[in-house]
């Protein structure tokens, strides 16, 4: 089992530029997310979904667009990207039933200049 | 609503002595509460959870947390630490009727030796 997996790891975009961060699961789970992770400040939920064809906006959603064409895939889409999403992304998935953990990957560290 | 206070962001500490990270919690519902840990330039994964029942909970690594409902805390303690618990510890708390849980904003753990 690979888990969660996100790509790329690591880039640096120019403000203005779009990109596709993305996340896959093999766990068969209903529930994933995506969170940013600024110094100090935990984690933000952006964007959420309970299942294919399914989303919903978190708490800070303005600049992003997600998808869930499958139960396995969630990409996390920055149009016109902005100096204030600099951050490090975290894909996460968890079970429907409430009394489970959410299971993270390992990140992409963005930074736009 | 939920919402997730970590009481100190940092807690720097010697190897093998005892250690508290302190987290407070509110919500409108029912919860359960977790605790995550994550290592430098990695997601998040799992400590320990609380769901019902005994309100000593053990986790991985040697940690364990108690829940106490009149003080709505759940602290997460370790005996004596070692250098490889240096981290960032976040506690979060889910609803019992909702997928989605909210983090607080971390403690840095340093064990120095």
């Known amino acids: 089992n690979a888990g969660v997996t996100q790509t790329p790891k690591f880039r640096i975009l120019k403000i203005g530029q779009s990109m596709t961060l993305q996340c896959t699961q093999d766990m068969n789970h209903n529930y994933m997310y995506w969170y940013r992770q600024d110094p100090g400040m935990g984690l933000k939920l952006i964007y959420y979904?309970?299942?294919?064809?399914?989303?919903d906006k978190g708490e800070v959603p303005n600049g992003y667009n997600v998808s869930r064409s499958t139960t396995e895939d969630f990409p996390l889409r920055l149009e016109l990207a902005a100096p204030s999403q600099t951050s490090v992304y975290f894909c996460a998935s968890s079970l429907r039933d409430t009394n489970t953990e959410a299971f993270f990957g390992q990140g992409t560290r963005l930074t736009v200049v | 609503a939920q919402s997730v206070t970590q009481l100190d962001s940092q807690v720097p500490v010697f190897e093998e002595a005892p250690v508290e990270l302190r987290c407070n919690y509110s919500s409108s519902v029912s919860v359960y509460l977790f605790w995550y840990v994550q290592y430098p330039n990695q997601g998040l994964q799992l400590l320990l959870k609380?769901?019902?029942?005994?309100?000593l909970v053990k986790g991985i690594n040697g940690f364990e947390a108690e829940f106490n409902k009149s003080q709505t805390s759940f602290h997460l303690r370790k005996p004596s630490v070692h250098i490889s618990d240096t981290a960032e510890y976040f506690c979060a708390v889910k609803g019992t009727n909702a997928g989605k849980s909210t983090f607080g904003d971390g403690t840095t753990l340093t064990v120095k030796p």
């Open positions: 979904s309970v299942g294919a064809g399914i989303t």
């Open positions: 609380y769901l019902s029942g005994s309100t």
